[in-house]
């Protein structure tokens, strides 16, 4: 008699304690379901007990079936949506509670954390008529859970299969050397598109990356030559370049050498100079030709 008085306490203090965390978070429904519950679960232990023990020890199967079916316990990372006889009531948040057993409540948990999609790898025609593979992530989060629930049956795969469309429709516009240089400003498209088409499901799209573009052999090849082409253009240029600087510079050399005679014969000189000291055998000395030109005349006049 002793020992079922006990155990009977317990439950009935368990039960007490539940009914007190219901009213401080005033949850009135459940307080009232507690407290009535209680009453007519306690009154027949009481009775039967004092009489019947052993038969009444099966009422302690009661409260393990409606206090266990109460509890619910939510991280801090979570937010749970309630429904009662199925409609919303509220948000609850982390933290042990309590709700109506008996599939009265149903509570429905969303994870606020952020989620990484790995969009599928797409192929995508591009505004040239060029065939790419385009691999991307896309990094949303719940800001709205009431929404994330009743609007869209499964809100992770909805996103990444609307993702995937409009990774397809958007880089379709662009050419291929759009796609390949600017994938911030394509991932910022994509990212503002994506946010504004799940924003009514509760869902907030905070960046999409473009990973990687995944060509064909031949167009990689082809892409090489063209850059080959382009550095040969760029080296003929420089080297076409320099020569004409070259051009300009001998140019005005040659007219400060023609003003001053005696420059030039310094500069004979200077590349004489030059030459012994690698210490050929041969030696060309140039002449001036008007130097020639004035033996010439005068051999004539001997001749005369």
């Known amino acids: 008699m002793t020992l079922y008085f006990g155990v009977a306490a317990v439950f009935a203090a368990w039960w007490i304690i539940f009914a007190i965390v219901a009213l401080a978070r005033r949850q009135m429904p459940v307080f009232i379901f507690l407290a009535v519950t209680f009453v007519l679960w306690a009154i027949p232990a009481v009775l039967v007990g004092m009489q019947y023990p052993q038969i009444a020890a099966a009422l302690f199967v009661v409260p393990l079936i409606i206090l266990i079916q109460m509890m619910r316990v939510i991280p801090e990372y979570q937010r749970g949506v309630l429904f009662r006889l199925g409609r919303m009531q509220k948000v609850i948040g982390p933290g042990f509670n309590l709700i109506l057993p008996f599939g009265i409540d149903l509570l429905r948990k ?3 954390r952020t989620f990484t999609i790995d969009v599928s790898k797409q192929e995508v025609i591009t505004r040239d008529n060029v065939p790419v593979i385009v691999d991307a ?5 719940v800001f709205d859970p009431v929404l994330a629930v009743v609007k869209v ?16 429709s958007v880089l379709g516009q662009h050419e291929l050397d759009e796609m390949l240089s600017k994938r911030a400003e394509l991932g910022q498209v994509l990212q503002k598109l994506l946010d504004d088409a799940t924003d009514p499901w509760g ?16 167009m990689k090849r082809a892409m090489a030559r063209q850059a080959e082409a382009e550095r040969e253009r ?6 076409a370049e320099g020569e004409l600087q070259a051009s300009e510079k001998l140019a005005q050399a040659a007219n400060v050498l023609a003003s001053s005679p005696a420059s030039l014969q ?8 030059e030459i ?13 030709i008007d130097f020639l030109k004035a033996l010439e005349r005068l051999g004539g006049k001997d001749h005369a």
């Open 110 to 112: 969303v994870d606020m």
């Open 137 to 141: 992530v896309v990094y949303f989060n």
């Open 153 to 168: 049956a499964d809100y992770v795969k909805s996103t990444s299969l609307l993702a995937q469309t409009i990774l397809r």
């Open 203 to 218: 869902i907030k799209v905070s960046a999409v990356e473009i990973k990687a573009v995944e060509l064909a052999e031949s």
């Open 234 to 239: 760029r080296a003929k240029v420089i080297a």
């Open 266 to 273: 310094l500069r004979y000189l200077q590349t004489l100079s």
């Open 276 to 288: 012994a000291v690698e210490k050929n055998s041969t030696i060309v000395f140039p002449l001036p």
